[in-house]
């Protein structure tokens, strides 16, 4: 049976340990309000595995890449396929090995592992237009005000984001490597996801084995707060100050940095993911959740969301909606679903 893909909205409710019983009588109610749009799937746009997911903030469309096939797809709130482009190589138009994708003015921008190149297209053509070449590991990125900051672990420099002003043809490195970082190379490597966010006019770095989130402004950092997540924070505590060690002690059972985003009264959103090894992948056991005010003071503290997943869910923020791409095997069916939490009632 061919795989279908169904998007699925889901609008939750949730709060902080210690809420009244009815306040955690009305979020019991609220899980259960499900609705159910379909996502068109040809056979030649399966999704098989998305590496990317985008929301569009002027118009709610959706944006996936696909690495299997190394296409971009564009689909309407409506689930319906609006485009694709992109194909797998290394030409001018074409992706090896896709990994992040960026939305900056009217380019859609694919990191590029194979060849260290971001890819500018234009997102109605398909058509390359530039590529930028960086050093170092990819992560989450956002644009603002024409400048696109992401996440880029580089050991050579020893920094942890990059900056991408418009026009411009080089990354500027900047945001310096926690200590964790420093004291054990292999952990900087295993662990080398870095989320970037804004907040204000600052901009919030978050390496995915760090214990805390690093603020930046004016060329100066500082350390905003610690990740009062009550689950393990980051690395494991006897991987931290170790030089060497054999990869597997890290992949067996951990817990790291998942996602960061701020909504538009200044809330800070965290998401961690407890995994644990399993052949012939890592499972998601828990999606936890975690929601600071702007000056890193907890609001709400590992509220649990998704579990039990064979594939790591890809999140994004719409607005002030928190959306989450997930993959499931449903009987013989593979089902890519996202789901849907409005930040407004979380942690009221």
Same mark, same amino acid.
């Given at each position: 049976?061919?795989?279908?893909?169904?998007?699925?909205?889901?609008?939750?409710?949730?709060?902080?340990?210690g809420?009244?019983?009815?306040?955690?009588?009305?979020?019991?109610?609220a899980? %259960?309000?499900?609705s159910?749009t379909?996502?068109?799937?040809p056979?030649?746009?399966v999704?098989?595995?998305?590496?990317?997911f985008?929301?569009d903030?002027?118009?709610?469309?959706?944006?996936?890449? %696909?690495?299997t096939i190394?296409?971009?797809i564009?689909?309407?709130?409506?689930?319906?396929? /609006?485009?694709s482009?992109?194909?797998?190589?290394d030409?001018?138009?074409?992706?090896?090995?896709?990994?992040?994708?960026?939305?900056?003015?009217?380019?859609? /921008? /694919?990191a590029d592992?194979?060849?260290?190149?971001?890819?500018f297209?234009d997102p109605?053509?398909g058509?390359?237009?530039?590529?930028?070449?960086?050093?170092?590991?990819p992560?989450?990125?956002?644009?603002?005000?024409?400048?696109?900051?992401?996440g880029?672990?580089?050991?050579?420099?020893?920094?942890?984001?990059?900056?991408?002003?418009?026009?411009?043809?080089?990354l500027?490195?900047?945001?310096?490597?926690?200590?964790?970082?420093?004291s054990?190379?292999r952990?900087?490597?295993?662990?080398?996801?870095?989320?970037?966010a804004?907040?204000?006019?600052?901009?919030?770095?978050l390496p %995915?084995?760090s214990?805390?989130?690093?603020?930046?402004w004016?060329?100066?950092?500082t350390?905003l707060? %610690?990740?009062?997540?009550?689950a393990r924070?980051?690395?494991?505590?006897?991987?931290?100050?170790?030089t060497?060690?054999?990869p597997?002690?890290?992949?067996e059972?951990?817990?790291s940095?998942?996602?960061?985003?701020?909504?538009?009264?200044?809330d800070?959103?965290?998401?961690?993911h407890?995994?644990?090894?399993?052949?012939p992948?890592?499972?998601?056991?828990q999606?936890?959740?975690?929601?600071?005010?702007?000056?890193g003071?907890?609001?709400?503290?590992?509220?649990?969301?998704?579990?039990?997943?064979e594939?790591?869910?890809?999140?994004a923020m719409?607005?002030?909606?928190?959306?989450?791409?997930?993959?499931?095997t449903?009987?013989?069916?593979?089902?890519?679903?996202?789901?849907r939490?409005?930040?407004?009632?979380?942690?009221?």
């Amino acid at each position: 049976m061919k795989p279908r893909s169904l998007l699925i909205v889901v609008v939750a409710l949730s709060c902080m340990q210690g809420c009244s019983d009815a306040r955690t009588q009305r979020n019991a109610r609220a899980v %259960e309000d499900v609705s159910v749009t379909i996502l068109s799937e040809p056979d030649s746009l399966v999704l098989g595995k998305p590496t990317a997911f985008l929301v569009d903030a002027a118009t709610g469309d959706y944006w996936v890449f %696909e690495q299997t096939i190394s296409k971009v797809i564009r689909f309407r709130p409506t689930g319906d396929v /609006i485009a694709s482009f992109g194909r797998l190589g290394d030409g001018p138009n074409e992706v090896r090995r896709g990994t992040e994708m960026f939305l900056l003015d009217s380019s859609v /921008i /694919i990191a590029d592992l194979a060849s260290d190149l971001l890819k500018f297209f234009d997102p109605v053509t398909g058509v390359a237009s530039r590529t930028v070449r960086f050093s170092g590991y990819p992560g989450a990125g956002v644009a603002r005000d024409g400048t696109l900051w992401l996440g880029m672990n580089r050991a050579e420099t020893k920094t942890l984001a990059a900056r991408l002003d418009l026009g411009a043809d080089s990354l500027i490195n900047f945001g310096t490597w926690p200590a964790s970082y420093r004291s054990s190379e292999r952990l900087s490597a295993v662990f080398a996801y870095v989320f970037v966010a804004p907040l204000g006019d600052r901009v919030l770095v978050l390496p %995915e084995a760090s214990d805390s989130i690093v603020s930046w402004w004016n060329g100066r950092e500082t350390m905003l707060a %610690e990740v009062p997540v009550r689950a393990r924070l980051g690395a494991h505590p006897e991987m931290r100050g170790q030089t060497s060690m054999n990869p597997s002690q890290f992949m067996e059972s951990r817990s790291s940095a998942a996602g960061l985003f701020t909504t538009s009264a200044g809330d800070i959103v965290l998401l961690h993911h407890d995994l644990k090894a399993q052949r012939p992948r890592n499972v998601v056991k828990q999606v936890w959740l975690t929601v600071l005010d702007r000056n890193g003071v907890a609001r709400c503290v590992d509220t649990p969301m998704l579990a039990n997943l064979e594939v790591r869910p890809l999140a994004a923020m719409h607005h002030d909606t928190l959306m989450m791409l997930v993959q499931e095997t449903i009987g013989d069916r593979a089902e890519t679903t996202v789901r849907r939490w409005d930040m407004a009632d979380l942690c009221p």
